[in-house]
């Protein structure tokens, strides 16, 4: 009697082939979890499998590296809950996003932007710079997986491979100095060797503090005297390849570490006094800081080396000075010179720049600053957090399609538990620890919030980072459950989208369908 029964189960998991349960290639991705050796930025990328693999020709299809006009976007992906990449690749185009600078080279992600003329720089995390550096080998194998592958099996428009992210930084005490030349080098042959050189081009995204000026004054502008030797032969790579010099250039940050910083010179609109340099006046902190590379790039021997601006943005949370108005008019004035091909007094031709970031990382490190989770134009779930004209059809920003949210529930603290109750510090303590609090304190959205308001917040984040489990909302009979909103102005409680498992869960599940086929087989010709 159980043949009907197991045909039918048999035919159903046949069928579920063609209906999104194609399994996809199993890849052993191991993720870097450190926070003392983590990119202050994008501290955590996938480390690709090196399992060995034959180059792959590239397509007969000319992709010659050129310039393409708009503003492109950081895309990262250090969150809880991640949005499925369809749904953001979908996004990035109804935005009318045309470049894309991801910090790993997550097979899902790409395979979402095959097809949709978007232009991709892939990233290879500083965790893997010693391994590429002392083997040509696992280089060539990881252009081929992560390149070659998606060119010509998922035609991804890939344009750039940033090896490194910030690997000079000075917080990281040269842990990454010697490695980082001979991985570029690795990767540059192991492209060439590919047929790429002209297709795809390397460079190293790095911080702003690889140069400074002893005058400062941008024409005094200079490699850094510790970092200098280091330098000259990764900019002379570049240079001998025709690919470009990327650098991060923060504003905001001027202004979070320098409390007597003046505020307006940080933006493109400021009415700040401006900075004479031998008769060329600078008005604001952009152009200067990226003429200081500019002067250092022509010192050097290099004056006519392309520059990407590989981050540029303004968080809007986490700090007094972190805002939606500030994000919202620093980006805009972004997108200004971008619209208008305006660039600075040294370089006046259009800035190459990518918006950082598309969307927030609640799961990125607060080691410089709380403001670190609030970087992206739109929220976790694909909301749009102001008004920002990106170039797009509309000239608004368009929020994401068919997202998934868990139920319309929050947890607060219980309404007859005590503030002053002993187990309270601990639990929110915990809470905290485990969720994101990064909203909470002076000159933040939440930052009017009473006592309650601020417990009620720290138990909601991990209540809802935990996929509202009900355990997640018992903090010892001190938490309690309501579908109430309890949002209070500014201040959001959040509720999470549904987890997104990307190949993983396909692979289990192509798994299980395996394992539930052969059974069937077995018991039909078995009965």
């Known amino acids: 009697m159980f043949r009907p029964l197991l045909f039918s189960l048999f035919l159903l998991l046949l069928g579920s082939t063609s209906n999104g349960l194609t399994p996809t290639p199993y890849r052993d991705d191991a993720s870097s979890n450190s926070k003392e050796m983590s990119d202050l930025r ?20 000319s992709h010659a590296v050129a310039a393409v006009g708009g503003i492109g976007a950081n895309w990262g992906s250090q969150s809880t809950h991640r949005l499925p990449p369809e749904i953001v690749v979908r996004m990035l185009r109804e935005n009318g996003i045309q470049k894309v600078k991801l910090f790993d080279a997550d097979y899902d992600t790409l395979k979402a932007l095959g097809k949709s003329g978007i232009q991709v720089m892939v990233g290879i995390p500083n965790d893997m710079l010693s391994t590429f550096a002392s083997s040509s080998k696992a280089a060539e194998k990881w252009v081929s997986q992560n ?10 428009m890939i344009r750039y491979v940033a090896v490194g992210n910030e690997p000079f930084l000075a917080t990281y005490n040269g842990t990454f100095l010697r490695t980082t030349y001979p991985a570029l080098k690795n990767i540059q042959e192991a492209l060439t060797k590919a047929g790429l050189r002209n297709q795809v081009k390397v460079t190293v995204p790095l911080n702003a503090d690889v140069y400074e000026s002893a005058s ?37 940050i001027s202004l979070y570490i320098d409390p ?19 008769g060329t006046s600078y008005y604001n902190m952009f152009d200067a800081n990226h003429d200081t590379l500019v002067w250092a790039l022509q010192k050097n021997g290099f004056a006519n080396l392309p520059i990407i601006i590989g981050e540029i943005g303004w968080p809007t949370d986490g700090d007094r000075n972190a805002n939606v108005d500030y994000a919202q008019r620093f980006n805009q004035g972004v997108m200004a010179r971008i619209t208008a091909g305006r660039g600075t007094p040294m370089r006046p031709g259009p800035i190459d ?16 600053g709380n403001f670190e989770r609030h970087w992206g134009v739109f929220r976790f779930d694909g909301q749009p957090k102001y008004s920002l004209n990106l170039g797009g059809p509309t000239g608004a920003l368009v929020p994401a399609k068919n997202v998934s949210y868990w139920e319309k529930k929050w947890c607060i603290m219980k309404p007859n538990a005590r503030v002053d109750d002993t187990q309270l510090a601990a639990s929110v303590s915990y809470a905290c620890g485990r969720g ?92």
Not at 47 to 61: D, E, W
Not at 223 to 228: E, K, L, M, N, P
Not at 261 to 273: I, K, L, Q
Request: net charge negative; charged share 15%.
């Open 216 to 252: 400062t004054l941008p024409s005094g502008g200079d490699f850094r005297a510790d970092i200098h030797d280091y330098m000259i032969p990764i900019v002379k790579l570049l240079s001998d390849n025709e690919a470009p010099f990327t650098i991060n250039i923060y504003p905001f």
């Open 147 to 156: 390149v070659s592958h998606h060119l010509t099996t998922n035609n991804v």
């Open 42 to 61: 994008h501290p955590k990328a996938d480390a690709r499998s090196l399992s060995s693999s034959s180059p792959i020709k590239t397509s007969s299809v």
């Open 436 to 527: 994101d609090c990064t909203c909470l304190g002076y000159g933040t959205s939440c930052g009017g919030l009473d006592a309650r308001g601020n417990i009620s917040y720290a138990f909601n984040s991990y209540y809802q980072k935990n996929n509202q489990l009900d355990e997640a909302c018992k903090f010892d009979g001190l938490g309690t459950i309501t579908r109430a909103d309890p949002t209070v102005g500014s201040c959001v409680f959040e509720i999470a989208i549904k987890p997104y498992y990307g190949g993983a869960m396909r692979v289990s599940i192509s798994g299980l369908k395996t394992l539930v086929l052969g059974l069937c087989m077995f018991l039909l010709t078995g009965l």
């Open 260 to 278: 007597n910083f003046p505020v307006e010179y940080a933006f493109f609109d400021g009415g700040a006094a401006p900075l004479n340099d031998g």
């Open 353 to 368: 720049a990518y918006l950082f970031s598309l969307i927030d990382e609640d799961d990125k490190s607060i080691q410089p």
